[in-house]
């Protein structure tokens, strides 16, 4: 007798999507199988105790103080930021749609930095009680948002990479930097310094550290397939006093 083949529609799609079901997994199997990752622990050689001047322009409004002389910054590992230089095993990647945000809070940049894959939008929102005026004279990003009270914002959009330093017309001492970077391996070490770059394909990179106040450090890595490379980064951050900041 010949075997009757099922022919109500519900039927036949569940048997699709069973047929369907292990090339889904296989393709998400290969490519977990293709790419690697790097995670470890930043460790930063001195401690940032100097304290900037401040200007102030509204004696009423008064920010969060800095921290104490000779304290250590836990924000300071979120100064850092851990990325890979375009290499060509890397693949192409088109243009970032994504929105990032720095705000004004206090007198100062939340976070003072950014890093974003170019294409990105930033928005800067004014939370102060206060005028800001956003602006850079960056090679990379010129712009000039105008004064904006607290409430609106503004945003611009990097279509290149490279280092945009940020600052305020109106108070001297507010500075932030958006890294715009060619890809999206990258990472910011956490409260407790250590950071992680998932899935990026297997091959030979160059890992940087980067932090305003340090040369970079760059290593030279080979990522494998599978297999997580640990790999621990000290920087050694000048003091404040000592950069002539």
Same mark, same amino acid.
């Given at each position: 007798m010949r075997a009757q083949i099922p022919r109500s %529609? /519900?039927? $036949?799609?569940i048997v699709l999507? $069973? $047929?369907?079901?292990?090339?889904?997994v296989d393709a998400e199997t290969e490519h977990s199988a293709a790419v690697g990752s790097i995670r470890? =622990?930043? #460790? +930063?050689?001195? @401690? &940032?105790? /100097?304290? #900037?001047? #401040?200007?102030? &322009?509204?004696?009423g409004f008064k920010p969060a103080p800095p921290p104490p002389p000779g304290e250590q910054r836990d924000d300071e590992w979120q100064n850092i930021v851990i990325y890979l230089e375009s290499a060509p095993t890397m693949p192409e990647f088109p243009t970032s749609n994504q929105v990032s945000e720095i705000a004004q809070l206090g007198e100062s940049f939340i976070p003072h930095v950014l890093p974003i894959v170019k294409g990105t939008t930033v928005e800067f929102p004014n939370q102060d009680p206060i005028f800001h005026n956003v602006f850079s004279l960056s090679g990379t990003k010129t712009f000039d948002?105008?004064?904006? %009270?607290?409430? =609106?914002?503004?945003? !611009?959009?990097? =279509?290149?990479?490279? +280092? !945009?330093? !940020?600052?305020?017309? &109106?108070?001297?001492?507010?500075?932030a930097i958006v890294m715009v970077l060619d890809n999206p391996y990258f990472a910011v070490p956490g409260p407790d310094g250590h950071y992680e770059i998932r899935n990026i394909p297997a091959g030979n990179y160059t890992l940087v550290a980067w932090h305003e106040r340090s040369e970079k450090v760059e290593l030279q890595v080979e990522v494998t397939a599978g297999q997580p490379l640990e $790999? @621990?980064?000290? !920087?050694?951050i000048e003091d404040d006093e000592a950069s002539g900041m």
């Open positions: %529609p /519900a039927i $036949l799609v999507a $069973l $047929l369907s079901q292990p090339c889904r470890g =622990e930043v #460790r +930063i050689t001195s @401690n &940032l105790t /100097a304290q #900037r001047m #401040r200007f102030r &322009l509204y004696p948002l105008g004064r904006y %009270p607290k409430g =609106e914002t503004r945003s !611009v959009t990097f =279509e290149q990479a490279g +280092i !945009v330093p !940020v600052f305020c017309h &109106l108070h001297s001492d507010m500075s $790999l @621990n980064i000290t !920087v050694p």
